[in-house]
């Protein structure tokens, strides 16, 4: 009938038709989509790259600003003859400490961190020349906060005479062997009391001959074992780690790795041991005997770094770690040498506030832990073990000064 229609044709072909051209848009969205991937692919690892770059970029500006002329120490104002390191003669050298702070490093015309001049001293003056490494330099505390400025101070008021203290201290100079060696200079600045600060560093398997090492450096002794972090050396990796020290959890278990890498790095037999205890002996002998021919007492104090000390704090004692050894040992030797030493590991043990005492990397005291050791120095040099400082009986029970 001719008013009948057929649209099944008509029917397919649109389908036909709106399923070519529905293919035909898929086809097109693939294709833009696998451009649109390969862009990507370009497009995103730049973006991180850029975002990587702007971040060390800020960093680096952040801690340029936090740490002003790092490294400048060493390379200024500290020089080194043969192994043996030495300050510039009236060089001056400025850092930022761990709170934002300028800290100045001027030495005097003998190249010593001391406000006192080298010449002969003054007539009716006790002296007393202070050796030792970094850590009585006061490496990271302004001259004014130092041990030996406020050793000065606090002699004076407590025996009621003129007591000055020379700083003769510097960076790699504590080892035995080094101070053997530097010993008729030590003994040219008319000491009439030596007074030696030690630490771990100085008694380092790789330092007992005297090679300097990490100290000169101004390094952190864990930057043996230290985190691995992007950029080695620089100064972000100094500020990430000076943050992640401040957990003293992070702290110590870095400090006690390092005790296992160094006893596997240093195994030593027995005879080994033996040989680098004698040559400790031998160069404490060195010093002691130049000093007493003089007639110059010397009085020895074993200081230990932070985590050394929440070491020792530990019960049970980590495996690997010897509590009490190295001040045992340095207590004997100096004592069999007629040298005078002070323990003062059982006042930092009773302290309730240790971290204070240290910078955030626990290698250095800081300017609140040079006011503590000035007094457990001091309270010892007073008690009748040095006749000439005495404490006079009307200066007792005065405040002590601390700032």
Same mark, same amino acid.
């Given at each position: 009938m001719p008013d009948t229609i057929d649209h099944s044709q008509g029917d397919a072909g649109r389908a036909v038709s709106v399923g070519a051209g529905t293919h035909s848009a898929e086809n097109e969205d693939s294709s833009r989509g696998r451009k649109g991937l390969g862009l990507d692919w370009i497009i995103l690892p730049l973006i991180a790259a850029a975002t990587i770059g702007c971040l060390y970029v800020g960093t680096k500006l952040y801690t340029r600003m936090e740490f002003v002329h790092l490294g400048m120490l060493p390379g200024r104002c500290i020089a080194q003859s043969g192994s043996v390191y030495h300050g510039v003669p009236n060089s001056v050298c400025t850092e930022r400490d761990n709170h934002g702070r300028i800290v100045e490093y001027r030495f005097n015309s003998c190249g010593d961190r001391t406000s006192l001049d080298c010449g002969r001293k003054p007539e009716g003056t006790y002296r007393i020349v202070l050796i030792g490494s970094s850590n009585p330099m006061g490496y990271g505390v302004p001259l004014q906060s130092t041990l030996a400025e406020r050793l000065s101070v606090e002699l004076s008021r407590r025996t009621g005479r003129r007591v000055e203290v020379y700083n003769a201290s510097l960076n790699g100079v504590g080892i035995p062997a080094n101070l053997a060696t530097e010993m008729p200079r030590i003994m040219a600045l008319q000491p009439d009391l030596i007074l030696w600060v030690m630490s771990s560093w100085d008694f380092h398997p790789d330092t007992v001959q005297g090679?300097?090492?990490?100290?000169?450096?101004?390094?952190?002794?864990?930057?043996?074992?230290? /985190?691995?972090?992007?950029?080695? #050396?620089?100064?972000?990796?100094?500020?990430?780690?000076?943050?992640?020290y401040r957990s003293q959890s992070l702290y110590t278990a870095a400090y006690l790795r390092k005790i296992r890498n160094d006893a596997q790095a240093h195994a030593t037999s027995d005879d080994e041991e033996r040989e680098r205890m004698r040559l400790i002996s031998l160069n404490v002998k060195t010093i002691v005997d130049q000093a007493k021919e003089n007639g110059v007492p010397v009085v020895g104090a074993f200081l230990p770094e932070r985590a050394g000390t929440e070491a020792y704090l530990m019960n049970p004692c980590p495996k690997g770690v010897a509590a009490d050894e190295l001040n045992y040992e340095l207590n004997a030797i100096?004592?069999?040498? #007629?040298?005078?030493?002070?323990?003062?590991?059982?006042?930092?043990?009773?302290?309730?506030?240790?971290?204070?005492?240290?910078?955030?990397?626990?290698?250095? /005291?800081?300017a609140e832990g040079h006011a503590f050791l000035t007094q457990l120095l001091a309270n010892a040099l007073t008690s009748g073990k040095v006749p000439a400082l005495f404490e006079r009986q009307d200066t007792k029970g005065e405040g002590a000064q601390t700032n």
């Amino acid at each position: 009938m001719p008013d009948t229609i057929d649209h099944s044709q008509g029917d397919a072909g649109r389908a036909v038709s709106v399923g070519a051209g529905t293919h035909s848009a898929e086809n097109e969205d693939s294709s833009r989509g696998r451009k649109g991937l390969g862009l990507d692919w370009i497009i995103l690892p730049l973006i991180a790259a850029a975002t990587i770059g702007c971040l060390y970029v800020g960093t680096k500006l952040y801690t340029r600003m936090e740490f002003v002329h790092l490294g400048m120490l060493p390379g200024r104002c500290i020089a080194q003859s043969g192994s043996v390191y030495h300050g510039v003669p009236n060089s001056v050298c400025t850092e930022r400490d761990n709170h934002g702070r300028i800290v100045e490093y001027r030495f005097n015309s003998c190249g010593d961190r001391t406000s006192l001049d080298c010449g002969r001293k003054p007539e009716g003056t006790y002296r007393i020349v202070l050796i030792g490494s970094s850590n009585p330099m006061g490496y990271g505390v302004p001259l004014q906060s130092t041990l030996a400025e406020r050793l000065s101070v606090e002699l004076s008021r407590r025996t009621g005479r003129r007591v000055e203290v020379y700083n003769a201290s510097l960076n790699g100079v504590g080892i035995p062997a080094n101070l053997a060696t530097e010993m008729p200079r030590i003994m040219a600045l008319q000491p009439d009391l030596i007074l030696w600060v030690m630490s771990s560093w100085d008694f380092h398997p790789d330092t007992v001959q005297g090679e300097v090492q990490e100290e000169p450096s101004l390094g952190n002794p864990l930057e043996l074992s230290k /985190l691995r972090l992007p950029f080695p #050396g620089a100064r972000p990796s100094r500020l990430l780690r000076e943050i992640l020290y401040r957990s003293q959890s992070l702290y110590t278990a870095a400090y006690l790795r390092k005790i296992r890498n160094d006893a596997q790095a240093h195994a030593t037999s027995d005879d080994e041991e033996r040989e680098r205890m004698r040559l400790i002996s031998l160069n404490v002998k060195t010093i002691v005997d130049q000093a007493k021919e003089n007639g110059v007492p010397v009085v020895g104090a074993f200081l230990p770094e932070r985590a050394g000390t929440e070491a020792y704090l530990m019960n049970p004692c980590p495996k690997g770690v010897a509590a009490d050894e190295l001040n045992y040992e340095l207590n004997a030797i100096l004592s069999s040498e #007629g040298a005078i030493f002070v323990d003062v590991l059982p006042d930092l043990r009773k302290t309730l506030n240790l971290d204070g005492l240290y910078d955030p990397l626990g290698a250095h /005291l800081n300017a609140e832990g040079h006011a503590f050791l000035t007094q457990l120095l001091a309270n010892a040099l007073t008690s009748g073990k040095v006749p000439a400082l005495f404490e006079r009986q009307d200066t007792k029970g005065e405040g002590a000064q601390t700032n």
